[in-house]
């Protein structure tokens, strides 16, 4: 059973830092791997989709890897801003006969502080 | 183009009753996902669905709630006698195919009380 962990669960950082988000994943037989933001009381916004097949994506400040075979993935955000805060989602989507099902970990709730 | 759109946003319910949740998948999407999150907790799977078929069911609750995708009009998440603990936010979510990015759409939060 697929099983996604983010580490850490709530991270405070002031305006500037650069970061990094930690996502794990327990079985390595994925297709991809998506990292969404989450604003309180909103929907999910997807940030970057990485295939099985790449390393990392990139889109502005932002900046994911992927270790299929170690089974991890990092969100890195460079110069953090307080409009970065939100909770961020790792998801994995294991598809298997054409039936996709994201498995999401819990998120890491960000606070970039001015 | 239109992103998912969802409806209502909000809805209320008393114990017993029925809540109905749609969704529009982005135009030309045919594959459509729901996903519950509770209070506190992760997105979960409930049920995946094409256009008059029900692919995966395997999140959904065994009673009470289903879900349907018709040739024509948006997919419906229903939800029969609801309970205290089906509050929740209800996402949707479509795909142009099976493994491709998937587009969220703002969610439904129910509240039953």
């Known amino acids: 059973k697929q099983e996604v962990t983010q580490i850490p669960a709530a991270l405070s950082v002031p305006e500037g830092e650069n970061l990094v988000l930690n996502c794990s994943f327990t079985d390595s037989a994925i297709y991809n791997l998506q990292w969404f933001r989450q604003d309180p009381g909103k929907g999910l916004t997807s940030l970057l989709l990485i295939q099985s097949s790449q390393r990392e994506q990139t889109s502005g400040r932002l900046n994911a890897s992927l270790d299929k075979s170690s089974g991890r993935s990092t969100l890195y955000i460079a110069a953090s801003q307080p409009g970065d805060s939100a909770t961020y989602l790792c998801a994995v989507n294991r598809a298997q006969g054409g039936s996709e099902k994201l498995v999401f970990g819990k998120g890491t709730k960000l606070t970039v502080n001015p | 183009n239109a992103g998912v759109m969802q409806n209502p946003r909000h809805l209320v319910r008393r114990r017993g009753q029925e809540a109905r949740l749609r969704c529009s998948p982005m135009?030309?999407?045919?594959?459509v996902y729901w996903y519950r999150q509770l209070p506190e907790e992760g997105l979960k799977f409930m049920v995946y669905l094409q256009k008059e078929n029900i692919i995966d069911e395997s999140g959904m609750p065994k009673e009470r709630f289903s879900a349907e995708f018709p040739k024509e009009g948006p997919s419906i998440l229903r939800i029969q006698q609801v309970v205290r603990g089906d509050s929740a936010a209800y996402f949707c979510?479509?795909?142009?195919?099976?493994?491709?990015?998937?587009?969220f759409g703002q969610g439904t939060r129910l509240t039953v009380v």
């Open positions: 135009k030309g999407h045919s594959h």
């Open positions: 979510a479509s795909s142009l195919t099976s493994n491709t990015e998937a587009f």
